[in-house]
């Protein structure tokens, strides 16, 4: 007990400063000093067995049969020898990892990793730590790159606005001329009784016409595309407007030897609503039925309605032509869409006119309904709110 003694007074601190500073380098989670006495003829070396046979169990097996084994070993060896014996050694051993080494007819025991599995867990952490501020990166990369797109998509649908706005303008002054003096030669050649020059001039009239319609809608929709289109409402009379409209549309009408039925609801008179934009949404519905019908009916309905306690202002046109396939409904109010290709070939048009209609509706206040029937007609509803002319 004297060496005992000795060496738990001399030795243990020292041993125990060493095996810290060892722990700290090589990154255990605890060290331990444990000394037992295995005196007995030099058999101290036989304490390391039981864990040499552990660490073959524990490759091999579960972890439950290792600790039972090497317990049972340890206790036998020590009975074998007639040595001291404390619980605490087999506290020990049960710990996750250690080192038992023989020293001096003793057995210095080492724990280490005494939390594998909280390291394992740290690492983890870490790992998903840095996972997650990977992704974060990524996605403010991709953040950015969304924002960069936006702008450069803004910034190209407003310079090809100004294209826009440019070459209409261009473009109109000279069609404007050509127009004006097709008029004139027209005028001239009546004067004149030259009768054979008419129909020419005639027909330069009908394509300057139309090109001005096409060059107009190209500059509308880049207007409303570039929120510059404005809504400026005034108080005027819905019957003549509709006279109007009328009026203007009746060559197209005649062109395909369609009748025109106009149906007025006598309690409209004066409305509040912008008139150049009814006007224009109107002249493209009633100017789509004419083109799109042969030898049949166009209707027009003027009529109010209530809808969800909200008074509207409903204009229906109705035809009996070629109709629209219900599953091109939906597209049927995007830009440059017609019901199909075919209708492009026979019946031109640039297929901006419904995609103008219904935003102007929009900026209005108001909307465009279709319903149709391939083969039997069409009906576009214009529904506007019905506000009173006293404002």
Known sequence: MSMLATIQQQLRPRLMHGLLIVGLCIGYAGVFLLLYPLVKGGIAPLGILPVLLAGWLLGRYAGLITGVVMNVMLVALFWSVQAEFSLSLLVFQALPSNIVVPCGGYLIGVLRELLDRTKCQARDLTYEREQLSREIVARKAIETELVDAKDAAEAASRAKSTFLANMSHELRTPLSAIIGYSELLQIQAEQQGNTECIADIAKIQSASQHLLNLINNVLDISKIE???????????????????????????????????????????????????????????????AAKFTEDGEVTLEVQP?????????????????????????????????????????????????????????????????????????????????LVSAER
């Open 305 to 385: 309605q209530l809808s969800g306690g909200t008074a509207w202002l409903t204009l229906g046109i109705t035809d009996t032509g070629v109709g629209i396939d219900p599953e091109h409904l939906p597209q049927l109010f995007e830009e440059y869409a017609q019901a199909h290709a075919a209708a492009t070939r026979r019946f031109g048009g640039t297929g901006l006119g419904l995609t103008i209609s219904q935003r102007l509706c929009g900026l209005m206040g108001g909307e465009i309904r279709a319903t149709s029937q391939l083969g039997r007609g069409s009906t576009f509803t214009i529904w506007l709110p």
């Open 226 to 288: 570039a929120g510059r289109m404005r809504v400026e409402p005034t108080r005027f009379a819905l019957p003549r407007l509709i006279g109007e409209v009328v009026a203007a549309i009746e060559p197209a009408i005649d062109r395909n030897r369609n009748h025109l039925s106009v149906r007025l609801d006598p309690q409209l008179d004066l409305v509040y609503a912008d008139e150049t934009k009814l006007r224009q949404v109107l002249f493209n519905l009633l100017g789509n």
